[in-house]
């Protein structure tokens, strides 16, 4: 079976939404315009491109990265592998940057059934909360933001569940005061 990673910037308060400057978000640019920058904070960003075999988005942040990814060099691992995203409502996939469209979280667990290596889900702040609700995320990777965000969209859901039990594999606080933290969820 293959593992599934939602790797996420979060706030203290675990707010996902629009770390990078995405429009219609009063807080848009939070992870680079109200915390210093520190290389180090980052190492994991490039490591899961080394140990990803396959991305997994949602419909938004699909089309959202679809126009620019492609072209930033930054991400050549994910533009070589295969994507996949999430939809109910996608007529297709963008040319400028193809992926195979699953229309449901059976769909996924389908393809964690499938031979292959881990797969990493980006932003996607709904599929993420969906997948975790399912029992299908298996690892987290966050960066946690020394800030409190207040409103925006949220990493994990507020669904009335059992609790999910998680186990720290890898932690580390840099000087910027960003924290790394790595669960495995424990099944």
Do not use: C
């Amino acid at each position: 079976m293959r593992t599934l990673i939602v790797t996420a910037f979060v706030s203290l308060d675990g707010v996902m939404e629009a770390p990078g400057g995405e429009a219609g978000y009063r807080n848009a640019g939070w992870t680079f315009n109200d915390v210093e920058f520190d290389p180090a904070a980052y190492e994991i960003k490039g490591r899961e491109q080394g140990e990803s075999t396959a991305l997994l988005l949602g419909r938004r942040s699909y089309e959202a990265f679809a126009p620019v990814w492609p072209m930033m060099e930054d991400f050549a691992g994910y533009n070589a592998m295969p994507r996949y995203v999430v939809s109910t409502t996608l007529d297709g996939d963008d040319s400028r940057w193809p992926a195979t469209v699953l229309r449901s979280v059976d769909d996924v667990a389908a393809l964690k059934e499938a031979d292959g290596g881990p797969i990493i889900v980006h932003g996607s702040a709904t599929l993420g909360r969906a997948l975790a609700d399912a029992g299908l995320v298996d690892r987290y990777h966050l960066l946690v933001f020394p800030l409190l965000l207040g409103a925006g969209k949220r990493l994990f859901s507020d669904a009335d569940k059992d609790a999910t039990l998680l186990t720290l594999v890898e932690h580390e606080v840099y000087g910027n005061g960003i924290q790394k933290q790595v669960f495995d969820v424990r099944n």
